[in-house]
Nanobody, 117 residues
Framework: QVQLVESGGGLVQPGGSLRLSCKASGIIFDISTMGWYRQASGKQRELVATDTSGGSINIADSVKGRFTISRDNAKNTVYLQMNSLKPEDTAVYYC???????????WGQGTQVTVSS
C-alpha cells in the first residue's frame, strides 16, 4: 500500500554530515506522520525524528541540535539532515510513515550510516 525508499546513507568521518532522503509512493493521500528511526547493532530500534502534518516535530534528545527533519509534501519525501555526526550515530536508519485513516504504519528497507575515522 505504501512503499518507502531511502537513500543517502554511507560512510562519513566523525564531525561530518549526511543527508538522508525517503520517498513515499502508493496509497499516500492520508499519510500524516513521516520520519526516521534507527537501529544500531545489538540495540533496539529507536526514534530519531518525526514530522506530523500540521507542524508537529519530535526529535530525540540524543540528536537535538545536530539533526534536522524536513518534509516536501509536493515530492512525498522526508529528509534527515545529519550534522556533527558521532560514532554513536552509526546505525541502520529506517524511514517511517503512518496512514491516518487506517492507522497503519510502514517502514523502508533501511540505509546504513557508518561514522568512523
Amino acid at each position: 500500500q505504501v512503499q518507502l525508499v531511502e537513500s543517502g546513507g554511507g560512510l562519513v568521518q566523525p564531525g561530518g554530515s549526511l543527508r538522508l532522503s525517503c520517498k513515499a509512493s502508493g496509497i499516500i493521500f492520508d499519510i500524516s506522520t513521516m520520519g526516521w528511526y534507527r537501529q544500531a547493532s545489538g540495540k533496539q530500534r529507536e526514534l530519531v525524528a518525526t514530522d506530523t502534518s500540521g507542524g508537529s516535530i519530535n526529535i530525540a534528545d540524543s540528536v537535538k541540535g545536530r539533526f534536522t527533519i524536513s518534509r516536501d509534501n509536493a515530492k512525498n519525501t522526508v529528509y534527515l539532515q545529519m550534522n556533527s555526526l558521532k560514532p554513536e550515530d552509526t546505525a541502520v536508519y529506517y524511514c517511517y510513515a503512518v496512514r491516518a485513516i487506517i492507522r497503519s504504519d510502514y517502514w523502508g528497507q533501511g540505509t546504513q550510516v557508518t561514522v568512523s575515522s
